[in-house]
């Protein structure tokens, strides 16, 4: 197809769906979206909530490998989805409002206008479209969980509902309806036929590159069905990984690293790729003794939150439960492990971690896999040593008398590991991503070298570009991040498609 719009949303993912939608409710102009991925609608395999694990690994997954990692095992695969709804199709559902905390850094950070009482609005926006729902309370393994975290003096709060500012442990918001889940598909764009005249949506269609006029505005894209040229703006909202790959094989980036892989710079921002934030994490797996109920929306239904060392103003740990064993990576490290239905895991990750790594490509062909180094464990220990407190959090619910029943023993780490170094060694060899991965285009000032998109995400030095999704993210969110992407996306539609928009031509004189 080469046909032209006012607007097209190169991503139909958690934000892009969301985007698009709302321009066209905006009568902002026409509007297309693009997406790599198939329709989910009508797919069971991802309307069904409970199968979301099935999805990892399937056809609707990227599967993108990390680099060899020094600090880490090097066997993590950061599951992306590649379907309409994009991660918000895929993932476990679970609904956290942005924390003011981490919105507060935002503003420090020189993103003007997202402080909490600037975003709550938009927040609104997401809970009055999205079906959530809590679990039902019924699985006993949960149940028993839940109130040995409350014996060991977590109080119990309303996830979702209740912002996360201390230890606690609750159960779940989850995005869906009944068994089905809900996502910025479900939400934004289903039923498909019904769409509103000015918004069409484009499955199986995979971006290559952004086209640029000789003033460096985007005037379109060229895709795997050919040019999508666009009156007024292109926006990206392709994910923490697949945005900045865009951009860089758009010529937008480090200009060195660029040459390096023989693409021709054309804009000069050295923070494209940069800063890739995540939420590493472990687990521990016990064998249990008594049967474990299999009554579950997702089996990852309740969690916690802690703060491990005292001076932290916010938890800088969450683990969720699980009424499943979790041990595809501990299983490879010849940990035992037991059936379903025979074992139960707590899986904790660092919350705020002050790593950063890189997305980068690792040539101009668009075929070619990105280069992903989350650079794992590269800072001064402060995440292991988050982790190894998590492992203990974990055996000393174990030890309570709601949860103790369950036990058999311990699968891993097991009993036997005990100190700093023995569990330091465990979590690093074992570790995985908890998926929520963002940054890698952050928004900021102009003047601030590593920022990629100003506070209306706007892309720095290029005319007629913005970034929409968890890329932006100036830095972590200290929750699952859904609710915050899609709170990112009704802000963006209202940026611009409200009618005093400015286009960023005028910054881009200005930065020449
Ligand atoms: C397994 C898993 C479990 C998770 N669980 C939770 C959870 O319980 N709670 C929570 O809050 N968060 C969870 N997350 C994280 C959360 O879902 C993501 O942070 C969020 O959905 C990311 O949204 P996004 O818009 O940035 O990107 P995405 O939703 O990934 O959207 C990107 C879209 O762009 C498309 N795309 C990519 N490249 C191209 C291209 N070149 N051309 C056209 N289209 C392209 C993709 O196919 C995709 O549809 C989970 C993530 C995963 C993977």
């Known amino acids: 197809m080469n046909s032209e719009f006012d607007y097209v949303v190169v991503g ?9 939608r709302r321009l066209a409710e905006l009568r902002a102009g026409t509007v297309c979206l693009v997406e790599a991925g198939p329709s989910d609608e009508g797919d069971q395999r991802v309307l069904v909530l409970r199968d979301c694990d099935l999805l990892l690994g399937s056809d609707l997954d990227y599967c993108y490998k990390v680099a060899p990692q ?9 599951n992306r989805a590649r379907v309409l709804g994009g991660c918000s199709s895929h993932n476990a559902a679970a609904c956290f409002r942005p924390p003011s905390f981490d919105l507060r850094r935002w503003v420090e950070l020189g993103a003007q206008g997202w402080g909490p009482e600037d975003c709550e609005p938009f927040v609104k926006r997401v809970f009055e479209r999205l079906n959530m729902e809590y679990p039902e309370p019924a699985n006993r393994c949960d149940l028993a969980f839940l109130e040995a975290a409350q014996q060991a003096g977590f109080p119990l709060r309303l996830f979702g509902r209740d912002e996360v500012t201390g230890d606690c442990v609750g159960w779940f918001l989850l995005h869906k309806r009944g068994r089905l889940r809900t996502s910025s598909s479900t939400a934004y764009l289903h039923p498909l036929g019904q769409l509103p005249p000015d918004l069409r949506v484009c499955t199986g269609v995979r971006a290559l590159r952004i086209v640029f006029d000789e003033s460096r505005g985007a005037k379109g894209v060229e895709t795997t069905d050919g040019m999508f040229g666009v009156r007024r703006e292109l926006i990206v909202s392709c994910g923490a990984i697949d945005s900045p790959r865009l951009l860089l094989l758009s010529g937008v980036g480090p200009a060195d690293q660029l040459r390096a892989v023989g693409v021709t710079p054309m804009a000069d921002l050295p923070g494209v ?5 995540d939420h590493p994490e472990t687990v521990v797996n016990w064998e249990s003794a008594q049967p474990v109920p299999s009554d579950s929306s997702q089996f990852w239904q309740c969690g916690l939150f802690s703060r491990t060392r005292a001076h932290h ?10 009424t499943s064993p979790y041990d595809e990576l501990t299983k490879r ?11 139960f895991a707590f899986a904790p990750h660092v919350t705020r971690s002050k790593v950063e790594g890189r997305v980068a490509l690792r040539s101009g062909n668009a075929d070619d896999a990105p280069w992903i180094d989350p650079r794992y464990y590269s800072d001064d220990g402060e995440d292991e040593a988050t982790l190894i407190a998590g492992i203990r959090v974990a055996r000393h619910l174990a030890e309570m008398p709601a949860l103790k029943p369950w036990v058999r023993r311990e699968l891993s780490p097991g009993a036997s590991l005990r100190s700093d170094f023995e569990l330091g060694e465990y979590v690093r ?11 890698t285009c952050a928004m900021g000032a102009v003047c601030d070298r590593q920022s990629v998109v100003d506070d209306e995400l706007r892309v720095h030095g290029v005319g007629n570009l913005r970034i929409v999704d968890a890329s932006v993210f100036p830095s972590d969110v200290g929750v699952n991040p859904v609710v915050t992407v899609m709170m990112i996306a009704e802000k963006a539609a209202w ?5 005093v928009s400015r286009s960023n031509r005028a910054q881009v004189a200005a930065t020449d």
């Open 429 to 439: 060899s074992t570790t995985n991503t908890s998926h929520h991965l963002s940054g």
């Open 12 to 20: 139909g993912g958690t934000a892009g769906a969301i985007v698009a």
């Open 313 to 322: 103003a916010v938890p800088d740990l969450e683990a969720v439960f699980t």
């Open 273 to 277: 790729g940069q800063h890739l934030l």
């Open 495 to 499: 940026h611009i498609g409200r009618p």
């Open 70 to 78: 020094e600090r880490s095992n090097s066997d993590i695969v950061h």
């Open 333 to 343: 490290r010849g940990f035992p492990t037991v059936e379903p239905g025979a074992g």
